[in-house]
Nanobody, 118 residues
């Protein structure tokens, strides 16, 4: 059973930084694209950033120039370095991994809470 586990969330003040991590375990399948999404209270889940297996990143406009996504394929790991955090970044952050087992399937973590106080 594939497991996707996020960590690194917490409570910080505006302007501070956090680094989220995500580990995909128990997978015998190839991991393709990986990404981060977030969901604020009362809002729909939104895409934050993603990265291809070869390391090409993409960012939403709201986090571009503040967040950096990276991955370590040897460790089946995904990271999100978040700098200059703003109160509007407050949300539950979810890791997404696309695994190929003949078809491309989405796997999600349980989420990690990020709270930014003003």
């Amino acid at each position: 059973q594939v497991q996707v586990v996020e960590s690194g969330g917490g409570l910080v003040q505006a302007g501070e930084s956090l680094r989220l991590s995500c580990i995909v375990s128990r997978s015998v399948f190839s991991i393709h694209g990986m990404g981060w999404y977030r969901q604020a209270p009362g809002k729909q889940r939104e895409w934050v950033a993603d990265i291809t297996r070869s390391g090409s990143p993409n960012y939403s406009e709201s986090v571009k120039d503040r967040f950096t996504i990276s991955r370590d394929n040897a460790k089946n790991a995904l990271y999100l370095q978040m700098n200059s955090l703003k109160p509007e970044d407050t949300a539950v952050y979810y890791c997404n991994a696309k695994l190929w087992d003949g078809v491309l399937r989405d796997y999600w973590g349980q989420g990690t809470q990020v709270t930014v106080s003003s």
